[in-house]
């Protein structure tokens, strides 16, 4: 399967657990998609944020078989689910640890986060938020957690996006 991550400042030949930013959608981790376009869409992003020059596409591969190894402790979620809000929710609070090395699950970009944030406010039920968020397509993100989980991931090459 390939992989991509997007990135503002640098080629990452050797992906690391990012520490900087806990309240992300799965907590501390290497973040990655399958979707060339939102990997894209993100480093563009970030680039505009810290006004960098170019923005880096890069590019890996992890073995197809990667959710059946049972030595990793890997947490899946399909679509967005009542449990995905939640576990999303509660790490953009900081209040979920996990020990899990590989999680995979939808992505709560901007528009996403938008309706989460109105669901926070108390405007709309459990319910009607989980109805909103499944009328929007809905990217994947597939986010490492551990060294162990990193050794699957194989860096293949960068693309410079100008």
Not at 17 to 34: A, E, S, V
Not at 97 to 102: A, E, G, K, L, V
Request: aromatic share 12%.
């Amino acid at each position: 399967m390939i992989l991509y991550h997007g990135s503002s400042t640098e080629i990452v030949e050797k992906p690391r657990i990012i520490m900087g930013d806990k309240f992300l959608d799965f907590g501390y981790g290497f973040y990655t998609t399958t979707s060339k376009e939102q990997a894209v869409r993100w480093a563009e992003i970030k680039k505009k944020r810290i006004k960098s020059e170019n923005s880096y596409l890069n590019i890996y591969e992890v073995d197809d078989n990667i959710f059946s190894n049972h030595s990793l402790s890997i947490l899946s979620f399909d679509n967005s689910s009542p449990e995905w809000l939640e576990f999303v929710i509660g790490n953009r609070r900081g209040s979920i640890t996990h020990n899990h090395d590989i999680i995979q699950g939808p992505v709560a970009n901007d528009t996403l986060y938008r309706i989460i944030t109105i669901y926070e406010s108390g405007v709309l039920t459990f319910e009607e938020t989980i109805n909103r968020l499944k009328v929007h397509e809905l990217f994947d993100q597939l986010s490492f957690h551990s060294e162990k989980a990193l050794e699957n991931l194989k860096y293949k090459e960068q693309l410079v996006i100008c």
